[in-house]
Structures are given as structure tokens and as C-alpha cells.
């Protein structure tokens, strides 16, 4: 069992900047391949980024890629998403999530945190 617990959400102005954490639960976070992904109002959940077991490897959205940056640490349990020149498009709830096998599905998800980008 894995709890995930997201902060870092909040209202900025569009071109401006956000750091998502997700603490992670248990001994065995370094087992699970990690994923961000996002749910705007009126739409589906969507993928956002993902990063391997080890963080050597990461995949983003074409909607994010060159603006957002995830990241991991397996001593503390953590995984961020450096989020830089905000859209307000790129305002929704977003939701951490760890799978043992693929970044686009979660056996485990956080509750969520809400990122709104004021235009």
C-alpha cells in the first residue's frame, strides 16, 4: 500500500511558476514508476509527465514538454513538478500516481492539489 500526499498547488498569474510535491509512503517507493497527470473542469484526466523508477528517464505531454520538469527522490520518498510558464490552460486539479509497471496508469493515486492560472 503507498499513500501519496500532493502540496505546492495555489493561483498565479499565467507566465509565472509552480513546484508540485507528492510525499510518498512506505519502503518501497524506489519500486514504483511515478506519473503526474492533471483534470481540467469539464474534461478527462489527462497525463502530464511520468519518470522511471531510477529517474534517468522522463516523458511529458507535448502540451508541457520544455515548461514543466519532474523529478524524483527515492531517499526522501518525493516526486516534484517544476511547473514554468504557466498557461491557463494549464489550470486544473492535479494528481500524483505511482504504478509498479507503466507511467500512464496508477495502481496508487494522491488527492489531488488545484492549480489555477489567472490570465
Known amino acids: 500500500q503507498v499513500q501519496l500526499v500532493e502540496s505546492g498547488g495555489g493561483l498565479v498569474q499565467a507566465g509565472g511558476s509552480l513546484r508540485l510535491s507528492c510525499a510518498a509512503s512506505g519502503r518501497t517507493f524506489g519500486t514504483y514508476v511515478m506519473g503526474w497527470f492533471r483534470q481540467a473542469p469539464g474534461k478527462d484526466r489527462e497525463f502530464v509527465a511520468g519518470?522511471?523508477?531510477?529517474?534517468?528517464?522522463?516523458v511529458y505531454a507535448d502540451s508541457v514538454k520544455g515548461r514543466f520538469t519532474i523529478s524524483r527522490d527515492n531517499a526522501k520518498n518525493t516526486v516534484h513538478l517544476q511547473m514554468n510558464s504557466l498557461k491557463p490552460e494549464d489550470t486544473a486539479v492535479y494528481y500524483c500516481?505511482?504504478?509498479?509497471?507503466?507511467?500512464?496508469?496508477?495502481?496508487?493515486w494522491g488527492q489531488g492539489t488545484r492549480v489555477t492560472v489567472s490570465s
Open positions: 500516481a505511482a504504478d509498479k509497471t507503466s507511467w500512464l496508469s496508477a495502481d496508487y
Open positions: 519518470i522511471s523508477r531510477s529517474g534517468s528517464s522522463t
